[in-house]
């Protein structure tokens, strides 16, 4: 293949270009900012599920303290009740017998109640002081991750402004080169290496490898025209006298 000499130096443009878009392309799916995103998604999943888990607890011990509430109360308004049919004399003296008995039942009874009581109402605030401590932990969780979030975005911004103008520079490259050497060159790169690189010295601009002396003879004496290329990895070798 032919092509004039600087349509070839032009190629070494279109290969930077070209590998500029590449690092851009990796940067995004390695991003580091991407990574943290998740683990912050992560760390406030783990969170959310805490505070369900404390405000339950929390819950359960609440219903615990309302159902205790009413056996005191009841337990309250019959001692109440038998110690007003106790006062008035209405009762004989059996069923004032029996009064004494159940009001020493409901005394124990209540004192019970009230000892299981205090000990539901000490766990209720501790469970209110670990939902508050969840609860704290969760809203730092959510702007950990507001701010990862932002972070990315400003990375992947960077990422797309570089991807915007390069393309760009591709696309007019692409209308300055001839059709058959571009062709060559995309067939080239998308083997998954450099399309074309720069001979400087003895060595491959494209694979970075040492050119042999017969190779590199064989290059140097090719008409300034001919489109060479690179033994070790097929790319196209361009000259530029360095």
């Known amino acids: 293949m032919k092509a004039d000499p600087s349509a070839q130096r032009r190629l070494l443009d279109l290969a930077a ?3 500029e878009l590449s690092r851009a392309e990796h ?3 390695t991003l580091p900012e991407q990574a943290a995103v998740e683990e912050a998604e992560r760390t406030l999943r783990a969170a959310q599920d805490a505070v369900v888990v404390a405000q339950t607890a929390l819950s359960d011990l609440d219903r615990d303290v309302a159902k205790l509430d009413r056996e005191v109360e009841q337990v309250r308004t019959r001692e109440t009740r038998d110690q007003q049919l106790l006062a008035n004399g209405s009762v004989s003296a059996k069923q004032a017998s029996d009064l004494q008995h159940e009001l020493a039942s409901l005394e124990r009874r209540r004192a019970v ?3 299981e009581q205090l000990e539901v109402m000490e766990r209720q605030e501790a469970a209110g002081v670990n939902l508050k401590h969840e609860t704290e932990a969760h809203d730092a969780a959510r702007t950990a991750l507001a701010d990862a979030v932002e972070r990315r975005d400003g990375v992947l911004g960077d990422i797309d402004v570089v991807e915007v103008r390069r393309g760009e520079e591709r696309t007019a490259l692409l209308q ?4 058959d050497l571009v062709a060559l060159y995309e067939k080239l790169r998308a083997r998954g290496g450099a399309g074309a690189g720069e001979l400087v010295g003895n060595r491959c601009g494209a ?3 040492e050119m ?5 003879r064989e290059i140097q004496g090719a008409a300034p025209d001919d489109v060479v290329r690179c ?4 790319a196209i070798v361009v000259r530029t006298g360095k």
């Open 212 to 216: 042999d002396r017969s190779e590199l």
């Open 27 to 29: 940067r995004r799916r």
């Open 231 to 234: 033994e070790n990895c097929g």
């Open 17 to 19: 270009v070209d590998a």
């Open 176 to 179: 300055e080169l001839p059709e």
């Open 207 to 209: 694979c970075r490898l």
């Open 113 to 115: 109640l009230e000892e």
